[in-house]
């Protein structure tokens, strides 16, 4: 890139001093939770985030071009609807000699900072650059700390601000339209004002000390390069920090002023907010067992899921898919994320984001379907695929067995009416309730009778059932009722093929069929899948040695979805074997094949990167969400230890490449951090393994655990139930299970129910409550308090 010297401007001051604060970041951060890097992702993806702006650079402290959505412009920062910097660069002189500060030894992530560290052995420095994003705020932080273990010294440190003011995805279709960056330095506040020059789009950056210089460039592009230089004096043997900010605004100059004069006055108060906030989400649904790398992933998944909470007042605020290139929302990954961020307590984030997909699909469609993605300008680019409007029935129920909230279900039911009346009528239109469409498998072609969208509109027909008979809907509640149980009679015979043990990818004709086999054919060989480009080429043939006239279904892809039907329990148990038997052959070491066809001969057992194609494509992935989805598979029949087993390959990829965090595509491909991931790990440990089932409205919990065989000595704290918070403690020695519950609230029923391998052992129970009650394997406590039982062998 070729720079354009514009103007210098020198400030000739005496050195400043300063001094090590107690409130340093470093100090604060001491006592947190934090995860090194490997030094073999030093060149990788890292995330600093709050729900108003969040950076992206790689963990060496470097800004290089990321992401495709917008071509190389996905890192930097971010404010939301606009795009605020590239990056910066920062650089230490001292005498003759430079260290710049993009190339890191070392770095530490914690759930609501990071940092990097650089070794100037010659000079006797370590210098450490931490950043973070305050609440609610459109600002960023960064400080430096410099340890001298030398004799005292003076640098100078630089600073270089690069500003890319420029609009979101999908920006031109709301009229954003970029144009060229314009700096001034202010000499008042001490910091550079970048304006976007057709638009009221801001970025300030500085510091709270007068630089004893400051220039300028530009360059061809619409971008500026800003700088500010400070002489430090460094005394022996000590640390000294040095802060600066950066705020911005897609409004005006006076809000981000006043949000940089915000940070300037109160960084540390911010910095302890934060970290406060962030205790108090590790400290809701609170994990121990005996394998720490689970109990990690699982505490480290709640801060994930905040990273990606994305707040535009002017449109909403809502849970975003992924980061870097899915920073905005999704109908269906919101569905599944939501589901998991109940069963941890964030309950906030749920509210919004409903809220939010609820507006914007009533806005952008009016009958019920929900939409698929939409960026943070509020532009929709996909109005909805079929299988999002019955995961929207079912998330609203889900979350009323948590809230109890009689009016949050008469808020959505009426879009949850119009949704399935748009989907069995307009998206069926043969009437057989197979709704045809896109579901979650985006395969050109494969838009017919689909398994999951069959399966998700099963459960959403059981579910609305369930919210109209709340509502007192009753004619309603008994159509869906009916419809329920006769599609899922006929999920289990027009959709189960015996021939491969499984249930089949779609419905469609022999013509549909024959073309997405001659597609899957190209893509296996191309792949070098010799045993896939075998069976598809005898499905192939048995196609056309018997031609059917009718539509009928079709085994092709393996695709993941085929386990929906068990993941939504509708498959009965002898089919549910069998076909669970199947999908343990399209797995590798971190969990289960996007497209079975697409894994090795040998199951997958390559341990190490994924090795994604030039241009960003899912073929060939293993993700967390098919891992997340056989995991609840299997333990809706009776089968934690093969759920756990699901469960530790997706841990496998947590920290592989971005410490702290989960990638999407395992184990370090696609998006950094993925919303949907903490469905896998929350529904399966709160709700399958403690057993723990909410009943807000009645308040009433019921808890029957399917402990795995390897977790003799775990709880489960503070789980958050309406305005209820219950644990449970579980202990087993070869001849006694001690099971511990407690609540919090005096109004509500706990009832425990033994789980079936201890059918036939003798008992005692003793309890610290007002009133316990057994009934069979039964126990109910009312009112607050403990129920503790031990259970030994006779």
Known sequence: MRIILIAVLMLVLGCTKTSTPPSSFKSLAAKSSSIAGKTAYLASPFVTAGNRIYMVGHQDGSFPDLGWHIKGEMGGIWDHPIKLMDGFDLAVLHENDTLTLNNADRFVNYPFTNMHEFAWAEKNLNIQRWQFVPDDTEGLIIQLAFENTGEAKKVQLDFTGISDLRPTWLGDRTGMIDSKDQA??????????????????????????????????????????????????????????????????YQSEAAALATYKKMQARSTDLFQAKKERYEQLASHSKLSIPDKSIAQAFEWLKYNSDWLVRRVPEVGTGISAGIPDYPWWFGVDSEYALKGLMAIGQTKTVYSSIRLLDSLSEATNGNGRIVHEVSTNGAVFNPGNINETPQFASLIWEVYRWNGDRKFLETYYPSIKKGMQWLLSEKDTDQNLFPDGYGMMEIHGLDSEMIDVASYTQHALVDAAKIAEVLKDTATAENYKAKAAVLKEQINTQFWSEAFNSYADFIGTDAQALHLIEDAIVRADTLEKPWAVTELKETRDYIKNNPSAAARPFVLYHNWVVNTPMEMGIAPPEKAKKALKTAEQFVNPFGVFVTGIDRDDSAGSDEGSFKGSSSFSYTGAVMTLPTSVQAIAENNYGNPDAALDYIKRMTRSFSFAFPGSMYEVSPD??????????????????????????????????????????????????????????????????????????????????????????????????????????????????????????????
């Open 669 to 794: 491909y696609g998006m950094i951090s993925q919303a949907w991931n903490i469905y896998g790990f929350a529904i399966p440990i709160v709700q399958q393994f403690f057993g723990i089932a909410p009943d807000a409205a009645n308040h009433t919990i019921t808890i029957k655990p399917q402990m795995p065989k390897d977790w003799n000595d775990v709880a489960l704290e503070h789980v958050k139930i309406g305005d209820n918070a219950v644990s449970v403690f579980y202990t087993k020695t070869n001849n006694q299970i001690k099971l511990r519950v407690t609540q919090t609230q005096s109004d509500w029923t706990l009832k425990l129910i033994l789980p079936k391998e201890l059918d036939g052992k003798s008992f005692r129970s003793s309890s610290s409550s007002s009133q316990v009650t057994t009934d069979e394997n039964n126990f109910i406590l009312s009112g607050k308090g403990e129920l503790e039982l031990i259970l030994e062998e006779e």
């Open 184 to 249: 001034v330095f202010d000499e008042q506040n001490k910091l550079w004002k970048v304006k976007d020059q057709n638009n009221p789009w801001y970025v300030l950056f500085g510091s709270s000390v007068k630089p004893t210089a400051t220039a300028q460039t530009s360059t061809q592009d619409a971008t500026t390069q800003s700088s500010l230089s400070h002489t430090l004096q460094l005394p022996a043997a000590s640390t000294t920090v040095f802060t600066y900010y950066i705020a911005g605004s």
